[in-house]
């Protein structure tokens, strides 16, 4: 019975892991580097962020045909 509590909590921690490893690889928002070009066919939006920590303005741009979204320092 010890053996596979020990099994078990063995593959629960790995899975872990796997879904750890995952989140950094596909984490877009983060990771993902925009450019300072807006590309064809984005239209500027009203939306803009500031980084509460560098004080940083970012304009939202949005692709109407595909749904992707730009993001440029400004």
Known sequence: MIDFVIKY??????????????????G?????????????????TEEVNIDP??????RVYFNKVTGARFYKEE
């Open 53 to 58: 920590v560098t004080k940083k303005k970012t």
């Open 28 to 44: 877009k928002r983060y990771l993902k580097r925009q450019g300072s070009k807006v590309p064809n066919n984005f239209d500027m």
């Open 9 to 26: 909590l063995l593959f629960e921690f790995i899975c872990l892991a796997v879904i750890i490893i995952l989140s950094f690889i596909f």
